[in-house]
Structures are given as structure tokens and as C-alpha cells.
């Protein structure tokens, strides 16, 4: 299920200071950049006429500072102020800025304000997992065993049957790789090899060759290569 991601603004007199944010911004999978402006009173229309989530906010502006247009604004968007100037940061808190990056800040120190937002303003999800198990048919005609899609490490096709391997044991199913695999669907499991669907919350590394599951080293076949990096890629900070 997808969230909603915050919209951004990038207010800075200053070029490479937006350079800078707008690259940040695009390593953040929550975020999203809408504008970007070298004038206070610009950034203003922008704000009285468009929904946005977050300000990254320059202080020492012309025409108007970040400090007169976050007074003008308060209450309308949230702030991050960005400068230079470290006497400005008591200032800042009184407006209630959600943080304050002192120039130059790097990519960690703005994960953290902006990961502020997010956990308290972010729109929370309910979602009740209606389909989170399966039942698997075990030995003789009947026989079925219920297991938690969450415990699935990885499944394993084995000719005519099926290991499914969950955190604690390994059960063995008389089915086809292809019709599990159709089954878990493709949010949370990648297929990386012929014989192997994995669980992505399980992988504990990767290199070119294999992936790491279960503390044992999985191959990775050179058809499922791609799609399997670029489903890595999208979780990547």
C-alpha cells in the first residue's frame, strides 16, 4: 500500500544550496519536490495558492528574510530553515519549525529532520490484512497447514514439489513453484533464480552473484537479475 508523500518546497537565494536540496529531496521516497524559488515573495504566491506540505526555508533573503515569511505563512505549511547563520536557531524554534539545518548540513543530518515530519505528520495507514496466511497441502488428501505469509523466507522449487521455508521450519508441498509464487504475489517477493522466490524483508545482504536469506547465500539467475536489483534499488535510502 502506498502513502502519501509530502510536497516541497525549496526556498534559497542561493543556487547551489537548491542543487543541494533537490538532490537530498530525491534519495527520499516520502518526499516530493514541487518548486523550487531564489525569491521569498514568489515562494509566498506559491504558498497562497498551492497545498505544500514542507518549506525548505533560507533565512537571510532579500526582499523579505525566511524569518518574515515564515511569520506570514505560519500555520499554513510546515518549516525547515536552512542557513548559514547559527544565531537564528532560537528564533526558529519560537516559530515552531519542524527543524533547523545549519549550512553545510549533509545527507544524514537532513534524513533526520525531514524523518521528523514524517512520523508526525504523515497520514498513519490502517490496513487489516485480510489475506496474510496461506494453507498449504501437506501429505495425504486432506491435509493442509496454515502458514503466516510474514514467516515465509524464501520457496523453493524442487522438481514436482515445493519448499517453502518460514523462519523456524520447512514445510514440503506437492505444487509448482509458478502457482506459489502467483499466490504471495509480487509487493513483497521477487523471484531471483528459476527454483528461488524470496521474501524481501528477509534478505539480510546481496552481492552481484547471490542474495543472503536465512544466513544461507541464494543464487541469483542472470534472467531475474535486473527486475530483482531495480526491487532492491526502490527500498534504498
Same mark, same amino acid.
Given at each position: 500500500?502506498?502513502?502519501?508523500?509530502?510536497?516541497?518546497?525549496?526556498?534559497?537565494?542561493?543556487?547551489?544550496?537548491?542543487?543541494?536540496?533537490?538532490?537530498?529531496?530525491?534519495?527520499?521516497?516520502?518526499?516530493?519536490?514541487?518548486?523550487?524559488?531564489?525569491?521569498?515573495?514568489?515562494?509566498?504566491?506559491?504558498?497562497?495558492? +498551492?497545498?505544500?506540505?514542507?518549506?525548505?526555508?533560507?533565512? +537571510?533573503?532579500?526582499?523579505?528574510?525566511?524569518? +518574515?515569511?515564515?511569520?506570514?505563512?505560519?500555520?499554513?505549511?510546515?518549516?525547515?530553515?536552512?542557513?548559514?547563520?547559527?544565531?537564528?536557531?532560537?528564533?526558529?524554534?519560537?516559530?515552531?519549525?519542524?527543524?533547523?539545518?545549519?549550512?553545510?548540513?549533509?545527507?544524514?543530518?537532513?534524513?533526520?529532520?525531514?524523518?521528523?515530519?514524517?512520523?508526525?505528520?504523515?497520514?498513519?495507514?490502517?490496513?487489516?490484512?485480510?489475506?496474510?496466511?496461506?494453507?498449504?497441502?501437506?501429505?495425504?488428501?486432506?491435509?493442509?497447514?496454515?502458514?503466516?505469509?510474514?514467516?515465509?523466507?524464501?520457496?523453493?522449487?524442487?522438481?514436482?514439489?515445493?519448499?517453502? !521455508?518460514?523462519?523456524?521450519?520447512?514445510?514440503?508441498?506437492?505444487?509448482?513453484?509458478?502457482?506459489?509464487?502467483?499466490?504471495?504475489?509480487?509487493? !513483497?517477493?521477487?523471484?531471483?533464480?528459476?527454483?528461488?522466490?524470496?521474501?524481501?524483508? !528477509?534478505?539480510?545482504?546481496?552481492?552481484?552473484?547471490?542474495?543472503?536469506?536465512?544466513?544461507?547465500?541464494?543464487?541469483?539467475?542472470?534472467?531475474?537479475?535486473?527486475?530483482?536489483?531495480?526491487?532492491?534499488?526502490?527500498?534504498?535510502?
Amino acid at each position: 500500500m502506498s502513502t502519501k508523500k509530502l510536497t516541497c518546497l525549496i526556498v534559497d537565494d542561493e543556487p547551489p544550496a537548491i542543487r543541494l536540496l533537490e538532490n537530498y529531496i530525491s534519495k527520499v521516497s516520502f518526499l516530493e519536490k514541487v518548486g523550487s524559488t531564489t525569491s521569498a515573495l514568489e515562494a509566498l504566491q506559491i504558498i497562497e495558492s +498551492q497545498s505544500i506540505d514542507l518549506v525548505f526555508l533560507d533565512i +537571510q533573503m532579500p526582499e523579505l528574510s525566511g524569518i +518574515q515569511l515564515s511569520k506570514i505563512i505560519k500555520g499554513k505549511t510546515e518549516i525547515i530553515f536552512t542557513t548559514a547563520y547559527p544565531q537564528f536557531a532560537i528564533e526558529s524554534y519560537d516559530l515552531n519549525a519542524v527543524d533547523y539545518l545549519l549550512k553545510p548540513f549533509e545527507f544524514e543530518r537532513f534524513y533526520e529532520a525531514v524523518l521528523k515530519l514524517k512520523e508526525t505528520t504523515a497520514p498513519k495507514e490502517i490496513h487489516i490484512d485480510t489475506d496474510s496466511f496461506l494453507f498449504v497441502k501437506t501429505d495425504g488428501k486432506n491435509n493442509y497447514e496454515k502458514i503466516y505469509r510474514n514467516e515465509i523466507c524464501y520457496i523453493e522449487g524442487l522438481k514436482n514439489y515445493v519448499a517453502v !521455508h518460514l523462519l523456524d521450519k520447512m514445510i514440503i508441498t506437492y505444487n509448482t513453484i509458478k502457482h506459489i509464487e502467483e499466490s504471495l504475489g509480487n509487493e !513483497h517477493f521477487v523471484k531471483i533464480h528459476k527454483s528461488y522466490v524470496i521474501a524481501i524483508k !528477509h534478505i539480510i545482504k546481496t552481492d552481484s552473484l547471490s542474495v543472503y536469506v536465512k544466513e544461507k547465500a541464494l543464487p541469483i539467475g542472470d534472467t531475474y537479475k535486473k527486475n530483482f536489483f531495480e526491487k532492491i534499488e526502490s527500498y534504498k535510502l
